[in-house]
């Protein structure tokens, strides 16, 4: 049986029952497809330096809160803290890391046409 990490913590963290864990795990993915889309107005506006760098602290931001809060199975508050912070790094991931490194090739390419 294949077992994810969102349901996983949703289940045991937050004490969701098998379904709903697997519907909000759902939500999660739709929210980070969403997240996708977030960097295409703001990569030539911003740069893409300075959008990587947002995700990569981001990223190190949520999981250093995610990795405390699933140490203690059985607590709610804990659990959605978690939670809420699987949404967060896969909003960042998305919003950096996803998108940004596609770019590149394409770019080294055309300049040398």
């Keep these: 049986m294949n077992r994810y990490y969102a349901p996983t913590i949703f289940e045991t963290s937050v004490g969701m029952s098998r379904d709903l864990s697997l519907l909000l795990s759902g939500f999660n993915g739709v929210a980070y497809f969403v997240s996708a889309l977030v960097p295409i107005p703001l990569i030539e506006r911003v740069g893409r330096r300075k959008l990587m760098l947002f995700s990569a602290v981001g990223q190190t931001v949520c999981m250093a809160i995610l990795a405390p809060m699933t140490?203690?199975?059985?607590?709610?508050?804990?659990?959605?803290?978690a939670a809420v912070m699987l949404f967060l790094f896969n909003f960042f991931f998305a919003s950096g890391f996803l998108s940004i490194p596609w770019l590149y090739p394409g770019q080294s390419l055309g300049s040398r046409l």
């Design 71 to 81: 140490k203690d199975t059985g607590n709610t508050g804990k659990g959605i803290v």
